[in-house]
C-alpha cells in the first residue's frame, strides 16, 4: 500500500534562512505527488505538483521541490523564508486512479 | 479562489445525535471529498464522489455517510455521532480525479459532547 513519511513534526528557521522539509513515500510506479500548504485556520492550498518531466518542480509563493526516484523523496525547498511562510505543510501521493494519501504535516515556525 | 463553501463552520452536538455537513462547491467539478484532520494524523478520507450518485469509501468510512444527489453539493452524514468524531472535516474538490490538483473548502469544526 502507498505510504507517506515526513519525518519532522515541527521545525523551526530563522526568517531569511534556507529551508527544506523532507518527504518519502512508498509506491511502485512513478508517483503523483503533492504539496500542499495549510495557514492556521484555513483549509489547504496547492503549492506545487509533479507528474512527471523535470524533476525539479517550482511552485507558488517561492518553493521548489525535487523528485529523486532513488532515494524515493520529493523534499520542499525556499531559499530564503518569511515571517507569513509559518504554517503546516503536506506532502501527498498518489498513482493512477488510486487516492490521495496525504502526510501527517510538518509544521514550520519563523523565529524573527 | 475554488468556489466552496461549507456549512456549517461550527457545530457542537451530542453523542447518539445525527449530523450533516454540507459542502457546496460552483465549480462543476466531478470529483467531491471529504477528509477528516486530526492532530498527528494529518488528513484522513473519509469518503469521496466522482459523480452524482456516485460514491466510494476511504481509509475512515465507518460511523459516516454520504450522499450526492447534485453535482454542487455533498453532504457528510453522522447517523449517531461519538466523540471520537469530533475534529475538524475539510471538503476538497478537483476537476477530473484523484491525481488532480484538490481544492479545499474552509473546514466544520465539529465538537461532539
Known amino acids: 500500500a502507498q505510504s507517506v513519511t515526513q519525518p519532522d513534526i515541527h521545525i523551526t528557521v530563522s526568517e531569511g534562512a534556507s529551508l527544506e522539509l523532507r518527504c518519502n513515500y512508498s509506491?511502485?510506479?512513478?508517483?503523483?505527488l503533492f504539496w500542499y500548504v495549510q495557514s492556521p485556520g484555513q483549509g489547504l492550498q496547492l503549492l506545487l505538483k509533479?507528474?512527471?518531466?523535470?524533476?525539479l518542480v517550482q511552485g507558488i509563493k517561492g518553493f521548489e521541490a525535487e523528485f529523486k526516484r532513488s532515494q524515493s523523496s520529493f523534499n520542499l525547498r525556499k531559499p530564503s523564508v518569511h515571517w507569513s511562510d509559518a504554517a503546516e505543510y503536506f506532502c501527498?501521493?498518489?498513482?493512477?486512479?488510486?487516492?490521495?494519501?496525504f502526510g501527517k504535516g510538518t509544521r514550520l515556525h519563523i523565529l524573527p | 479562489d475554488a468556489g466552496i463553501t461549507q456549512s456549517p463552520r461550527h457545530k457542537v452536538t451530542e453523542t447518539g445525535t445525527p449530523v450533516t455537513l454540507r459542502c457546496h462547491q460552483t465549480?462543476?467539478?466531478?470529483?467531491m471529498y471529504w477528509y477528516r484532520q486530526d492532530p498527528g494524523h494529518g488528513l484522513r478520507l473519509i469518503h469521496y464522489s466522482y459523480g452524482v450518485k456516485d460514491t466510494d469509501k476511504g481509509e475512515v468510512s465507518d460511523g459516516y455517510s454520504v450522499s450526492r444527489s447534485k453535482t454542487e453539493d455533498f453532504l457528510l452524514t453522522l447517523e449517531s455521532a461519538t466523540s471520537s468524531q469530533t475534529s475538524v472535516y475539510f471538503c476538497?474538490?478537483?476537476?477530473?480525479?484523484?491525481?488532480?490538483?484538490?481544492?479545499f473548502g474552509p473546514g466544520t469544526r465539529l465538537l461532539v459532547l
Open positions: 509533479y507528474f512527471s518531466g523535470d524533476t
Open positions: 509506491y511502485g510506479a512513478t508517483p503523483y
Open positions: 465549480e462543476n467539478h466531478r470529483y
Open positions: 501527498a501521493v498518489g498513482e493512477g486512479d488510486d487516492k490521495i494519501i
Open positions: 476538497a474538490i478537483s476537476e477530473s480525479g484523484h491525481h488532480e490538483t484538490q481544492y
